[in-house]
Nanobody, 126 residues
Framework: VQLQASGGGLVQAGGSLRLSCKVS????????IGWFRQAPGKEREFVSV????????SYADSVKGRFTISRDNARNTVYLQMNFLQPEDTAVYYC????????????????????WGQGTQVTVSS
């Protein structure tokens, strides 16, 4: 399984970006796809996840109401629409694959993810 994350960039506070995570290999609908981020000097943190078999989603409190995760099964792609971006959202964003059998709570833990993409930089200026 390979993941290709894209869509990062530089945006002003209050702006929007849409990240994409293209998954190749394996059975797309059997997975959960999570987004994590890591800012300089900080630990990697959970952002959002979608269980592709049922479409259920979860968000970190810090992004709830601003970020939306979605999927396109025909393109084997998961998106993260990020609105009202703030400087504290600046980080490298990673998408990752986990077995879809985990609960949404379990999927907030980086350790359950098996494959990771290369990351895409998001920078929000004030």
């Amino acid at each position: 399984v390979q993941l290709q994350a894209s869509g990062g960039g530089l945006v002003q506070a209050g702006g929007s970006l849409r990240l994409s995570c293209k998954v190749s290999g394996g059975t797309f609908s059997a997975y959960a796809i999570g987004w994590f981020r890591q800012a300089p000097g900080k630990e990697r943190e959970f952002v959002s996840v979608i269980r592709l078999n049922v479409g259920s989603t979860s968000y970190a409190d810090s992004v709830k109401g601003r970020f939306t995760i979605s999927r396109d099964n025909a393109r084997n792609t998961v998106y993260l629409q990020m609105n009202f971006l703030q400087p504290e959202d600046t980080a490298v964003y990673y998408c990752a694959v986990a077995p879809g059998s985990y609960t949404l709570l379990g999927l907030t833990t980086a350790g359950v993810y098996v494959y990771w993409g290369q990351g895409t930089q998001v920078t929000v200026s004030s």
